[in-house]
Each structure stands twice: as structure tokens, then as C-alpha cells.
Antibody, heavy 123, light 111 residues
Framework: QLQLQEAGPGLVKPSETLSLTCTVS??????????WGWLRQPPGKGLEYIGS???????YYNPSLESRITISVDTSDNQFSLKLQSVTAADTAVYYCARHDVNTGGLALLDSWGQGTLVSVSS | QSVLTQPPSASGTPGQRVTISCSGS????????VNWYQQVPGTAPKILIY???QRPSGVPDRFSGSKSGTSASLAISGLQSDDEADYYCAAWDDSLNGDVVFGGGTRLTVL
């Protein structure tokens, strides 16, 4: 049974860097069948795609966030990570990691999600 | 402002059939497939329909999807109280360098 678990600070100061890690169990980030992604949901609002990574390091980023995002993968620890620079209050959201089943439905098919973690941006 | 357009709310009584629409453009829905996600408040989204009309195992056949041109629809028949949730459509958008785009979500209320 695939499980994804987000981890990282729940509070980040404005202008600093938000860092989150997603640990994958019951599956491998080295699988050639999947991309691994990050999404977020501001309180009371809808879902927003952040970006995704393949085991090889190939990435897709949301164009509106691309200048501030870095997504990396660590195949030895079966994890992938998100860094979002220069955060503001507008970056306050529940952040989800998820698996993209690209072979079945492309990058818009997210077939497994972590439970999400709330990150607040405040001084 | 979401790239895909959904009605903010929908409602129905138990047993009824409800449909939720999702409108896009040639760069997203018109050029690819649509997926639907169900999110019970306080929980992570769950895939409900993929590739326009396919149901993952475990999703009841009360849920169905369709696509025509640049629009898609999710239909829920035999409405039940635990269908009360937010529903999101999603698609790949191939403008710029590519992006996963979502609708703004539709809150379904079972009266």
C-alpha cells in the first residue's frame, strides 16, 4: 500500500525559504512509471499545482511559481523535496505531496496523495 | 481565477442525480483528458474519475464522467449523504511550458 508523508516546519517567516520533504513508503521514487509532485491549497480555497519531478531529476514547474521553486529527489532515501523561496503570507497553505500516474493519465492524474501539512507564513 | 471553470456550488436530495460542469479551452480540456477529484473537508483529495470517464477500482459506478470539446461533466446518480464534498476537475495545459490546471472546485451539498 503506497503511502506518502509530508514533513517540515509548520511556520515560516516572511522572505525565508519554505522546505518540505515527502517520504514514500510501499513504493519507489525510482519507478519509471511515475512522477512525484507537490500541490497546495490555501485555507478555504482550491487546489494549486506547484511542480513535479521524475526519478532522473526531470522537472515540471507551475510557470507562476517557477522562479521561486526547487524540487529535488533523493532515490537513496526514497524521498523528494520542495523548496519555495521568498515566501509571503500568500504562500500560507496546506501542502500536499502526490504521485502522478503518467503512464495511465499523464501529469494531471494524481492517484495517491499525502495527508497534507499546513504551513503558515508569519513573523 | 482558476483556468478551468466550475460552478461554486451544487445540491441535491438523496437519490437524485446531480451534474457538475467543467469548462476549459483547446490548450487543456480540448487537447487532452480530464480527471475529477473528490475532497471531503479536512482530508486530502482522492481521484474519482480519470481519462474523462474511467473509474479507479473502489469508486462506485454511481459516479461517471464525460467530455465534449472543451468541456467536461461529472455526474453523480443515487445521491448519498456521504457524497457531500468538494469536487475538482483537472487537466494538463500545454500552453507555456505545461502545467496541471484545476477548476475552482464545486461544493456539493446533499439536502
Amino acid at each position: 500500500q503506497l503511502q506518502l508523508q509530508e514533513a517540515g516546519p509548520g511556520l515560516v517567516k516572511p522572505s525565508e525559504t519554505l522546505s518540505l520533504t515527502c517520504t514514500v513508503s510501499g513504493g519507489s521514487v525510482s519507478s519509471t512509471a511515475y512522477y512525484w509532485g507537490w500541490l497546495r491549497q490555501p485555507p478555504g480555497k482550491g487546489l494549486e499545482y506547484i511542480g513535479s519531478i521524475y526519478y532522473s531529476g526531470s522537472t515540471y514547474y507551475n510557470p507562476s511559481l517557477e522562479s521561486r521553486i526547487t524540487i529535488s529527489v533523493d532515490t537513496s532515501d526514497n524521498q523528494f523535496s520542495l523548496k519555495l523561496q521568498s515566501v509571503t503570507a500568500a504562500d500560507t497553505a496546506v501542502y500536499y505531496c502526490a504521485r502522478h500516474d503518467v503512464n495511465t493519465g499523464g501529469l494531471a492524474l494524481l492517484d495517491s496523495w499525502g495527508q497534507g501539512t499546513l504551513v503558515s507564513v508569519s513573523s | 481565477q482558476s483556468v478551468l471553470t466550475q460552478p461554486p456550488s451544487a445540491s441535491g436530495t438523496p437519490g437524485q442525480r446531480v451534474t457538475i460542469s467543467c469548462s476549459g479551452s483547446n490548450s487543456n480540456i480540448g487537447g487532452g483528458t480530464v480527471n475529477w477529484y473528490q475532497q471531503v473537508p479536512g482530508t486530502a483529495p482522492k481521484i474519482l474519475i480519470y481519462n474523462n470517464n474511467q473509474r479507479p477500482s473502489g469508486v462506485p459506478d454511481r459516479f461517471s464522467g464525460s467530455k465534449s470539446g472543451t468541456s467536461a461533466s461529472l455526474a453523480i446518480s443515487g445521491l448519498q449523504s456521504d457524497d457531500e464534498a468538494d469536487y475538482y476537475c483537472a487537466a494538463w495545459d500545454d500552453s507555456l511550458n505545461g502545467d496541471v490546471v484545476f477548476g475552482g472546485g464545486t461544493r456539493l451539498t446533499v439536502l
